[in-house]
């Protein structure tokens, strides 16, 4: 399923399907990258830790990615991603 999100500094993942955040992350960055951001907050929620360990798998596995870390105001419900320099 194709979704249409806005680039910006922030992506919810709350109105996703499991099933789509890995693509749908991977393709974020790239877009987010494109526009020149430099930092993304992807907001995956608390629960059972199942959204945000699939967030910080692409993540540590995207080429774009200089490092990232658990959003520490959110209480794991969301991470912080520095992108690299375009």
Known sequence: MTHRV???RELDLHTFAPRDISPLVGEYVHAAHAKGLAEVRIVHGRGRG???RTVHEVL????????YWDDSASHLG???????DA
Not at 60 to 67: G, M, N, R, Y
Not at 78 to 84: C, G, W
């Open 6 to 8: 806005p680039i910006e």
């Open 50 to 52: 199942i959204q945000r």
């Open 60 to 67: 540590a596995d995207h080429s774009l990615v200089e490092e």
């Open 78 to 84: 969301a991470t912080i991603a520095r992108l690299k």
